[in-house]
Nanobody, 132 residues
Framework: QVRLVQSGGGSVRPGDSLRLSCAAS????????IGWFRQAPGKEREQVSC????????YYAESVKGRFYISRDNARHTSTLQMNDLKPEDTGVYYC?????????????????????????WGQGTQVTVAS
């Protein structure tokens, strides 16, 4: 069964850190770029970060640059999103997703994010709440 299983998340105060993890099963993650998205209530899903299949190119939304860091471990079929200096506007449901590398890696090398429509697999989502 093809799955992306997420862990992490929770409720924190502004300035705190959280780490989200995403583990793939049923398919070889090495052929996929991994993206992280978030969706706040009443808003569209936003891509916050993406990492190429080879780990050589990354994308970050302007709103998270310098605070969020994406990584992957192909041997373990996992990806991690380290979120530092969290702000209330980071609140939302976070999703990891996988997109085949031909649809992602060329864009990432140009500093662009893959298109959401090209993502094939999605995690179940995890809530992140930042409030004082």
């Amino acid at each position: 069964q093809v799955r992306l299983v997420q862990s992490g998340g929770g409720s924190v105060r502004p300035g705190d850190s959280l780490r989200l993890s995403c583990a793939a099963s049923g398919f070889s993650l090495e052929y996929y770029a991994i993206g992280w998205f978030r969706q706040a209530p009443g808003k569209e899903r936003e891509q916050v970060s993406c990492i190429s299949s080879s780990d050589s190119s990354t994308y970050y939304a302007e709103s998270v640059k310098g605070r969020f860091y994406i990584s992957r471990d192909n041997a373990r079929h996992t990806s991690t999103l380290q979120m530092n200096d969290l702000k209330p506007e980071d609140t939302g449901v976070y999703y990891c997703a996988a997109v085949l590398r031909p649809f992602a890696d060329p864009k990432l090398r140009e500093g662009r994010a893959p298109e959401i429509k090209d993502y094939d697999y999605w995690g179940q989502g995890t809530q992140v709440t930042v409030a004082s």
